[in-house]
Structure formats: C-alpha cells, structure tokens
C-alpha cells in the first residue's frame, strides 16, 4: 500500500509540474474560432517554445473580454484534477484566438481585395476562415488600421462573425489604460501556442501555422508604447 501511495503521489507532481511548465489541455467554450476549432473540442496547448503570427494561442482575458459568463461547475475532486492537469481547465478565464499582428505589426482592414494586410502584405485566409456549404466569411466587416504596441499582440478568431476579438475592445475604456489598449492582450497573459486537437478523435488533428504567415515582413518601426488605432471609435 505504502509503495502504491508513493508511486500517485509522484504521478500527482509530475502532471502538476507538465501542467505548469510544458503543457495543458482546454475545452472549447464556444463558435468563434470554427471550422478550425469546434464546441467541447479538447486543444492541448504547449508551453515551451514560442509563438508567432498565425498561430492560434490561449490567454487570460486581457480585461472585459468575458462579460459575466459563469464558469462550469465541477466537484471538489474534479476540480483537483483538473488543477494537477489530469483533466482539461474549464476556466472562462482564457480565451482562444489566432495571432494576426505582433508589436510594431501594422495590422488593416482591408484592402481593395477585401482581406487583412500585416506590414503591407494581404494575408491569403482561405485556409482557415469559417465556411459552410460553399460559403465563407469575409476576414472583417470592421474597418480598422492599428500599430499594435511593445509587449502585446492583435488576435482575431477564425470565425470572424462570432468572433469578439480584438477588432471589438478597440474603443473600450480602462481605469489604468488608454482607450482601446486592451483590445490588444499582452504577452506575459499567453499561456501558450494551441498545437493540436486531442479530442473528440474525430476532429483530432494538428494546428500548423498557415503559410500566408512566412510571407508577412517584420515591421519597420520599433513597436510604440501605446497602440495606434484608427479610426477612433471602432466598435463591433
């Protein structure tokens, strides 16, 4: 008995300590980053290495981005598992988007074709926007020309008709930041890069990021302090 108690202890601390440092798993709370990403699809994300324009990443609400959603209730023991990793987080405190701009990135909707530019170059989102029957969603409804600022990055989901993401908080108030900074989530509130969908199986595969990405040059100026959002007053 003594030697089994050793051996679940030691398995507690090393999926703590995975959870902590190398890995964790999420559910899919809701419709904003579909076809990519479905409703209760289990999204393992990694933590070791770091992400870049394209991938998709799960961060803390940067401030306001939830509203008053209530989370799912689970028991004493689910919530300890859930806490060592053995379970996925259930928190609506994380949210799940795809990086579009990084700082100095000067992201824009859009040009004459339609799509999103980073630094002048359109991004080709064939690959990823929500589609249906033939039909897929424009990259944005929204116009909007920003510089996203030092230390944090420009998000949009794949669903951009459900997707409250940035392009929403761009004039959003703040008690201790300038009207329309949280629309832009700083880096130190990523938890990591998303890379595959473990479950259901059916939907298991793994989350690359698109090509369009490697064409986007790096920026030309040092990123601001403060974003730089035009028009003033952009609202989803």
């Known amino acids: 008995m003594k030697e089994i108690i050793v051996v679940v202890v030691g398995a507690i601390i ?3 300590l995975l959870r902590a440092f190398v890995g964790q798993m999420f559910i899919i709370p809701s419709g904003s980053m579909e076809n990519t990403l479905r ?6 994300v990694q933590k070791i290495t770091d992400f870049h324009r394209g991938d998709v990443v799960v961060f803390a609400d940067p401030g306001g981005w939830m509203g008053d959603s209530a989370p799912e209730e689970r028991s004493p023991i689910g919530q300890f598992f859930e806490f060592v990793g ?27 074709k339609g799509r999103i530019t980073v ?24 116009r909007f020309r920003v510089v996203v600022p030092a230390g944090r ?27 329309g ?28 990021t698109p090509k369009t ?8 100026k040092p990123a601001p302090s ?5 028009p003033k007053g952009v609202t989803c």
Do not use: W
Request: hydrophobic share 40%; net charge negative; proline share 7%.
């Open 86 to 112: 053995v379970l996925p987080d259930t928190s609506t405190e994380h949210l799940i988007k795809r990086v579009i701009g990084m700082p100095g990135d000067t992201v824009v909707c859009c040009d004459s």
């Open 181 to 208: 900074m949280v629309a832009f989530v700083p880096i130190d509130l990523v938890v990591g890069r998303a890379f595959a969908v473990a479950t259901p199986l059916e939907h298991a595969h793994f989350l690359d």
């Open 39 to 44: 409703i209760g699809d289990r999204v393992v």
């Open 14 to 16: 090393v999926s703590s």
């Open 119 to 142: 630094n002048d170059q359109p991004l080709d989102e064939r690959s990823y926007l929500y589609s249906e029957e033939n039909i897929r969603v424009d990259p944005s409804d929204i």
């Open 226 to 230: 403060r974003a730089v959002i035009k």
């Open 213 to 220: 990405f490697a064409q986007v040059p790096p920026p030309s």
């Open 153 to 179: 990055i420009f998000v949009m989901g794949d669903h951009r008709d459900a997707s409250a993401d940035s392009r929403c908080h761009l004039s959003d108030l703040s008690r201790d930041q300038a009207a």
